[in-house]
């Protein structure tokens, strides 16, 4: 076998390889030969029919499947022998394949680029920290009591926060619109489920009455036959019930797996998940730091079937956020361009962190696996449950060991950048508000440079 590496531009390659017509031919005959024990044919004998005949009827298609098969063969060999390092499907084309001379064809594609890693040291992110005050933990407190909350049916006109059941009828221009009908549906008033108008036409109603109202929808409203239109709404409420939380007691506790029943260890186990929370929410603020900082340190080129690759999988995975069924083709008649700036930086950003972990020989060993998968656990019930899981589903703990890989990589590179101390609070920084979108106009941000090879 003869190759020829021609370099197109600085990613595409173009190998011309070329397999002697012996070695050819001899895979042709050899799977004619197969063909002929085995082929039945009118007028002639199971296992009888001649060559020549064979040759005939089925030469032109074992040639093309011969080809096809050798292509594959030949390129995988080129590749290994001449160091390539394909960053996508080759689109293989057939130069010469004819009888008696040597079968020829080219392998188009594009190789990964060589990355070549800038000064770490360069990379500068902001750390925010905080400290779960009494007043986060009573807030946290109320929020959980919240989610517990039930509504009591109550003989009285409808407020802010009571829940109402109701049947409805709306009409825009005398004729019922689609959506616009109901029976016994249920939602909180003021909690944003109804439009504004809605909400307003059933407050100060009680259970029986039945009511008419105007109602306009938002401009910005989903459905676009209704936006910024007025519609009549014709409404019967069924029932008013009013929201009850839960007492703080051992009742409520042992909902949170507290079985001692008691408020102080109630705290502290919130406390607890609170300050999970919040580390999680400061190494995710890191990440997307160190990331950022990553892509704009380093400029080279990156291999357009590879960003191609990427756009696919983001269409794909939006469709499965939107629950869409697989083959519905709505997201992915999305133009590329939509993903097009995301998956680039994608796939530059995992070139750079690929070539970190070589780079560092770094590896998800045993014990980091087993230690992020218990942080994980942490948070359940029955946490063991939970491990066990993990260790015996395959493909989710190759993502575990993925993510431990990462956070290797993110401390590789925090331990040689600039790292400044930013003070804040636990709820900006759950919020994702701690880090100012404008460093450089953000003068109340209390900050301590830390270089990176102090202890975090």
């Known amino acids: 076998m003869n190759v020829s590496v021609e370099t197109m531009n600085n990613l595409e390659r173009r190998l011309t390889i070329s397999v002697p017509s012996e070695t050819f031919e001899g895979q042709i005959t050899e799977r004619l030969n197969k063909s002929a024990s085995q082929v039945k044919l009118p007028g002639f004998r199971p296992g009888k029919v001649p060559m020549r005949e064979v040759r005939r009827r089925f030469g032109k298609a074992v040639r093309a499947e011969v080809a096809g098969e050798l292509m594959q063969s030949s390129f995988v060999e080129a590749i290994t022998n001449e160091s390539l390092s394909p960053a996508g499907s080759p689109n293989l084309e057939v130069v010469k394949m004819d009888p008696g001379i040597d079968f020829e064809f080219t392998a188009s594609f594009e190789v990964f680029p060589s990355v070549v890693l800038g000064n770490l040291s360069e990379v500068e992110v902001l750390k925010p920290s905080a400290e779960i005050s009494d007043a986060d933990l009573d807030e946290m407190v109320e929020k959980l009591r919240e989610q517990r909350k039930t509504f009591t049916p109550v003989e009285r006109p409808a ?12 009409r825009m221009d005398g004729e019922e619109f689609d959506g616009g009908k109901g029976e016994g549906m249920t939602f909180v008033i003021g909690a944003g489920q109804m439009i504004e108008d809605f909400d307003k036409g059933v407050a100060g109603q009680s259970a029986g009455a039945e009511v008419t109202f105007d109602a306009t929808f938002p401009q910005d409203y989903q459905a676009e036959n209704l936006a910024g239109n007025t519609v ?39 406390r607890s998940n609170m300050q999970r929370e919040l580390d999680t ?111 015996s589903n395959p493909e989710q703990l190759q993502r575990v060991e993925m993510a431990v890989l990462e956070e290797k990589v993110i401390d590789t590179i925090l331990n040689q950048a600039v790292v400044n101390d930013l003070s804040s609070s636990y709820a900006d920084i759950i919020a994702n508000k701690a880090l100012p979108s404008d460093e450089s106009d953000d003068e109340s941000a209390e900050l301590t440079s830390e270089s990176g090879d102090k202890d975090e």
């Open 281 to 391: 929410a400061v190494r995710n603020q890191l990440r997307s730091q160190v990331m950022d900082e990553l892509a704009r340190l380093h400029e080279f080129p990156i291999p357009s079937s590879t960003v191609s690759a990427e756009i696919q999988g983001m269409k794909q995975q939006m469709m499965q956020q939107m629950q869409m069924p697989a083959g519905a083709g709505a997201g992915m008649d999305l133009p590329d361009e939509l993903f097009s700036e995301q998956a680039e930086r994608r796939v530059k950003v995992g070139l750079i962190v690929n070539e970190i972990v070589q780079t560092n020989k770094l590896e998800a060993d045993t014990e980091a696996v087993r230690a992020h998968i218990d942080t994980m656990a942490a948070g359940y019930a029955d946490a063991e449950q939970v491990v066990n899981w993990y260790y």
């Open 159 to 170: 407020q802010k926060d009571d829940q109402v059941k109701v049947d409805f009828v709306g």
């Open 232 to 270: 009549q709404f014709e409404v019967k409420v069924v029932e008013v019930a009013e929201a009850t939380l839960p007492e703080l007691g051992p009742e409520l506790f042992k909902e949170f797996q507290v079985e001692s029943g008691e408020e102080s260890d109630f705290r502290d186990q919130v």
